[in-house]
């Protein structure tokens, strides 16, 4: 028989309407006509913490504004009272900033195709003795120093020298923030190899001199990468084989990509500064702790 009104299942009574929810408002862009923004991001403008920090230190009740416990994206104001308590600095002074002379075939973040993270390189065996004979603040080495540790830039599985691991928000933001202008050395070794590493005329010796002078200014200015203009970059021949680079940027491969561009093949990259940081005498394979005295 097919199937009639007769036979439809009678519905009940229609439910009553749902009560209007209060309107919450986006707390991500509340505020924007009176300038305020959410409370963690004016700490990590404040400099007093990262973002993830202050969400931390909200949660625990240490973070006062204008005399009151913080609530978790609550925005604030530009001249609001934003307070740290005592116990949020303690935290934050037992963290540690590492230097690490990173040799090659190590990747500088997490696992991958089979490499290992240059932080499985941090402990008491590879501190550099220099360090552990005067360790900065009087730190010693302790297992809690190798968690959390977030490196601060990347530099090249076959790529070598110094790479920074911090616990510190602060200068995690400082070295790979937006607004980062911290410069890094580089020094870099090169072939011209204008038709491919493999391809003809192929120079190993004295680059320099068959180097074309307009292509070493492209290197300075007026490439791109991933279609977004580079910025300016010093480069300049150390020796006939050698370029140094300092970047205010750090694109993935980016060094390597930009003599790609030119006819220049990489066989060789070493980081040796980072701000006022210098790789120095830091064997392979070696850690320190940055010093009390030192900033980027």
């Given amino acids: 028989q ?5 036979d439809r299942p009678q519905r009940g009574p229609s439910p009553a309407p ?18 305020e923004i959410r409370l963690n991001k004016r700490m990590a403008d404040l400099g007093l913490c990262s973002r993830r920090e202050a969400d931390e230190w909200i949660a625990r009740g240490w973070v006062l504004v204008n005399g009151e416990p913080a609530v978790m994206g609550m925005p604030v104001a530009p001249d609001a009272k934003v307070e740290v308590l005592p116990q949020a600095r303690h935290q934050q002074a037992g963290q540690v900033t590492i230097l690490l002379h990173k040799p090659m075939g190590y990747v500088s973040g997490q696992p991958e195709d089979g490499h290992e993270a240059a932080a499985t ?14 360790p900065a603040d009087n730190r010693r080495f302790a297992p809690e120093h190798t968690r959390g540790l977030a490196p601060c830039g990347r530099l090249d599985i076959d790529s070598v020298g110094l790479l920074v691991l911090t616990q510190d928000g602060r200068i995690a933001r400082q070295l790979i923030g937006e607004s980062s202008g911290i410069e890094k050395e580089y020094l870099v070794r090169v072939h011209w190899a ?25 290197l300075r200015h007026g490439l791109s990468l991933d279609d977004q203009p580079l910025k300016p970059a010093q480069v300049d021949w150390m020796n006939p084989e050698q370029l140094r680079f300092i970047l205010k940027e750090g694109k993935k491969r980016q060094i390597r990509r930009m003599c790609e561009q030119v006819g220049l093949h990489v066989v060789g990259l070493k980081r040796i500064r980072i701000g006022n940081v ?11 702790y940055l010093g009390a005295g030192e900033s980027f």
């Fill in 121 to 134: 390189l941090i402990g008491a065996p590879s501190q550099w003795r220099g360090d552990a004979r005067h």
């Fill in 18 to 35: 749902r009560p209007p929810q209060p309107h919450r408002p986006d707390l991500a862009r509340v505020g924007n006509v009176r300038g």
């Fill in 278 to 288: 210098v790789l120095g005498n830091l064997p392979v394979g070696q850690w320190r």
């Fill in 194 to 218: 204008p038709n491919g590493p493999q391809g003809a005329d192929v120079v190993t010796q004295n680059v320099q001199a068959v180097f074309p002078a307009d292509k070493l200014a492209l």
């Fill in 2 to 6: 097919p199937y009639g009104a007769a």
